[in-house]
């Protein structure tokens, strides 16, 4: 850069800095303005769209929009009997697997608890979060949470607390930070598995389940 230049743009720069009333030169953390030091110590966030007051509503409307049915709870005991009535109203026979999460609740004696093996028709999961803008699940891993029941079988129920919705899918990520331990592996899942890489015919249950239905109760989920 010529001496020119150089000179030139210092001056422009003294200008900007006598006009917000910084008039040192030096740019070093220690002595720039206590705002942009905050700015630039603070997690950054993307402009995000606004959703509205209601975010369980949004949710809800999002998540049918994906064929991703819900129903509202009253309270957790009444898990395993709407688990019954979906399975009998969709006509869906076979083994049931549920988390080790929901362990504790009074599931029929046959009903399998941890990893799916592959034999099971429907699996039940609790979800980290669920996200308004667009409708989707976060579903964790974890020895309580295995990943292999999100995918393996061809129905998949989810329980969701109404205070794990969050606006946006930025607003999961804080909530992965706090996991301890941190799980390895988070999946978001914006409806039943479907493709239509093959002659543009849409066939569901592609990768994953066939139908993902939501249990939506009140509240905060169980630590």
């Known amino acids: 850069m010529s001496a020119m230049t150089s000179d030139a743009r210092t001056r422009v720069l003294g200008r900007v800095r006598a006009a917000l009333g910084r008039e040192h030169s030096d740019a070093s953390p220690d002595t720039l303005p206590d705002d942009i030091v905050q700015r630039l110590a603070s997690n950054r966030r993307h402009t995000l769209p606004a ?28 898990i395993v009997e709407a688990v019954r009535f979906w399975r009998e109203s969709e006509g ?104 239509a890489d093959i002659e543009q015919t849409l066939e569901i249950g592609a990768h994953g389940p066939r139908r993902m239905h939501v249990l939506l109760l009140p509240g905060d989920a169980p630590a």
């Open 51 to 78: 959703l509205g007051a209601d975010l369980v509503q949004r949710a809800i409307d999002q998540m049918e929009g994906v064929l991703i049915s819900v129903v509202r709870l009253q309270s957790r005991d009444d």
């Open 92 to 195: 869906i026979d076979g083994a049931l697997s549920v988390s080790p999460a929901l362990a504790g609740l009074a599931w029929p004696e046959a009903t399998h608890k941890g990893p799916a093996t592959g034999v099971e028709s429907t699996s039940v999961t609790p979800c980290m979060a669920a996200v308004a803008e667009t409708g989707s699940l976060a579903l964790a891993s974890g020895a309580d949470t295995p990943a292999t029941l999100n995918f393996l079988p061809e129905n998949h129920v989810v329980v969701l607390h109404e205070n794990q919705i969050v606006a946006h899918i930025d607003d999961v990520f804080p909530l992965l930070r706090e996991c301890s331990p941190m799980p390895r592996a988070l999946n978001f899942v914006t409806g039943p598995s479907r493709t």
